[in-house]
């Protein structure tokens, strides 16, 4: 029987996440970045993230089918209680759950943090990722017309967001700095709703 495992990202899986986000560069317009890093730079950007918020990958028997993370959506202090979404799935992956599971389980944690406000950016047209977004209690924030220029066009960005406290906010807790039982039990959980579908 698959056996599939959430886990916190390391440096040492550049490599294997890399080879999942290329094609996004160079195949589409999911994201609007034009060259393919380095294994070295990918590994900073794993560590860099990593030191404030959460970087997920999930496997199956071994393999990483993909991964998800967060990162600060705005520099100023008024800010930090925002994050914006990102995942990434290897081909193929798509339609079995994988990714809406993987992305509820970073919200838990984010919400373990403190953070308040999420917001995730789609690139149109993206009806299985909207779809996916709201699924997960996301709405509609507004679209960016023309906003990104990749492929010789121009494409619409789709906005969404979602909130997860109300009231005078407490300081944000760094994902590291979080209680390690607490994010080893909000893993199992979405582990074993994967594992339980897969049954």
Same mark, same amino acid.
């Given at each position: =029987?698959?056996?599939?495992?959430?886990?916190?990202?390391?440096? *040492?899986?550049? &490599?294997? !996440? /890399?080879?999942?986000?290329?094609?996004?560069?160079? +195949?589409?317009?999911?994201?609007?970045?034009?060259?393919?890093?380095?294994?070295? $730079?990918?590994?900073?950007?794993?560590? &860099?993230?990593? $030191?404030?918020?959460?970087?997920?990958?999930?496997?199956?028997? #071994?393999?990483? =089918?993909?991964? $998800?993370? $967060?990162?600060?959506?705005?520099?100023?202090?008024?800010?930090?209680?925002?994050?914006? !979404?990102?995942?990434?799935?290897?081909? #193929?992956? %798509? @339609? %079995? @759950?994988?990714?809406?599971?993987?992305?509820?389980?970073?919200?838990? /944690?984010?919400?373990?943090? @403190?953070?308040?406000?999420?917001?995730?950016?789609?690139?149109?047209?993206?009806?299985?990722?909207?779809? =996916?977004?709201?699924? !997960? #209690?996301?709405?509609?924030?507004?679209?960016?017309?023309?906003?990104?220029?990749?492929?010789? @066009?121009? %494409?619409?960005?789709?906005? !969404?967001?979602? %909130?997860? #406290?109300?009231?005078?906010?407490?300081?944000?807790?760094?994902?590291?700095?979080?209680?390690?039982? *607490?994010?080893?039990?909000?893993?199992?959980?979405? =582990?074993?709703?994967? +594992?339980?579908? &897969?049954?």
């Amino acid at each position: =029987m698959s056996k599939f495992v959430i886990r916190k990202a390391t440096e *040492n899986d550049a &490599e294997s !996440l /890399l080879k999942i986000y290329e094609p996004y560069i160079t +195949n589409t317009t999911i994201t609007f970045e034009y060259d393919v890093p380095t294994a070295e $730079a990918f590994a900073g950007r794993i560590r &860099e993230t990593a $030191a404030a918020f959460p970087y997920l990958v999930c496997e199956r028997d #071994g393999v990483i =089918m993909g991964y $998800a993370y $967060a990162h600060r959506i705005r520099e100023r202090a008024a800010y930090d209680w925002d994050a914006e !979404l990102s995942i990434y799935l290897a081909q #193929g992956t %798509h @339609g %079995h @759950g994988v990714g809406t599971t993987v992305l509820a389980c970073l919200i838990d /944690l984010l919400e373990l943090q @403190g953070l308040r406000h999420l917001y995730s950016c789609v690139t149109l047209p993206n009806e299985k990722s909207i779809r =996916m977004q709201r699924r !997960l #209690g996301f709405a509609d924030a507004g679209v960016w017309h023309d906003s990104g220029w990749k492929f010789d @066009g121009w %494409h619409d960005v789709a906005w !969404l967001e979602k %909130h997860i #406290g109300s009231g005078k906010p407490q300081p944000v807790t760094p994902f590291p700095a979080l209680d390690e039982k *607490n994010i080893q039990e909000c893993l199992q959980k979405y =582990m074993d709703k994967l +594992n339980q579908v &897969e049954e």
